[in-house]
């Protein structure tokens, strides 16, 4: 069932791209609670953006797709209204659609320093039995790190310098983070994670959707973590800002 339910969740993504009509039958069109602030709520608002498409120009390759209880969550190289990189996140009830959560980031023409590009490496997911351990472990480190800054247990989520790095702009390893960060320091440019608002994972997968600043602007990040024997081991994330209220599509808000 729950490959069935992936494949139904791709189907529909990937209809942006081809056209089809059939695979947005997953979703119920009584109740579709749209989180994306540039699209209206409803079925209604997906169509409207649809047909604001250029004709042949939407492309769809799903690289990730992963459960979590009643959350299908995906990993996707789109050219959605230009290249982007984006998490989808869907909430379904009785086997349908009822939420959706999205975080895109505009597609870099050139890999990051060490070569990766944002959506490169494993997608294969394993260790299943350890998937509650691995988001307790991704949760704690989000939180002691990016939301309360206890730099000082940094090392203790990491196998040494071990980190694959797919943020564009910086390198692997725990020194390549504490390059950028300094680099960015200098510019005056800061990052704050203010609130966690979800955690989402399948075995050595976990995705976290949390908010808080980036550069001085409302900004939602999702991070998107590969585990390894107990430590953190790669990265992927796209960070979104998100615009002021005032330009909202519904009220259901970002997260």
Known sequence: MDNNIKQQVVDLLKSI???ASEPVAIINPEKYIQHNLAVGDGLSGFAAVLQQLPKGSAKVNMVR???DGDYVFTHTDYNFFGPKIGFDVFRLENGK?????DNLQEKPGVPNPSGHTMVDGPSTVEDLEKTAENKALVKAFVEDILVNGRMEKLADYFDGDNYIQHNPNIADGLSGLGAAL???AKQGITMKYDRIHKVLGEGNFVL????????GKHTAFYDLFRVQNGKIAEHWDTIETIPPSSEWKHSNGKF
């Open 208 to 215: 976290v959707a949390s908010e808080g600043s980036f550069a």
């Open 17 to 19: 791209e081809t056209g």
């Open 65 to 67: 797709v992963f459960k």
């Open 182 to 184: 300094e680099a960015m």
């Open 97 to 101: 659609i009822v939420e959706h959560w």
